[in-house]
């Protein structure tokens, strides 16, 4: 399957809010997930046109993931990055929290009143449940979601 996951623009509009630098991961990752059968790896260069991910900054992410232990990669002219298991057994939240970490403010303010604990437990609601959907999200899910958008064409 050839293609992108996504159009060549800087950063898609998630109400997330990741930013540029694991919304590339995710489409790197997603990606290789695309590709794992195959097994054969990627190379940056292929990675990066499809996916419109500056190749220097991608190269970065990779060594991140790789450090991970999330991706594997192969020397040579044939070489590249692969995932290092099956798309199934990598969540989403796991890529999330290589490149952004854990940790998270929990206010902008000092008052501790009943109002502010009031937001701050909503908030902590929200993050849970956002943190279990991507913990439940596989890559082999969001591929699987990607191929079933991708447009058939019948010769």
């Not at 509009?13 to 919304?23: G, I, R």
Request: proline residues 6%; hydrophobic residues 40%; neutral net charge.
């Amino acid at each position: 399957m050839s293609g992108t996951l996504n159009p060549k623009h800087s950063t898609l509009n998630l109400p997330m809010k990741l930013s540029a630098k694991t919304e590339y991961a995710c489409l790197a990752m997603l990606q290789m997930a695309r590709d794992y059968d195959s097994g054969e790896p990627l190379q940056i260069r292929r990675i990066a046109e499809e996916q419109g991910i500056p190749s220097r900054f991608l190269v970065q992410i990779l060594l991140q993931l790789k450090g991970a232990s999330l991706v594997a990669s192969t020397r040579g002219a044939a070489g590249g990055y692969r995932l290092a298991r099956p798309p199934a057994k990598i969540s989403l939240a796991e890529v999330i929290d290589v490149i952004e970490g854990d940790s998270r403010p929990e206010t902008n303010t000092d008052k501790r009143t009943p109002l502010v604990g009031a937001l701050l437990s909503l908030c902590r609601d929200l993050d849970i449940a956002q943190r279990d959907r991507l913990e439940d999200t596989s890559l082999a899910d969001l591929a699987e979601r990607a191929a079933k958008r991708e447009p058939m064409w019948y010769i």
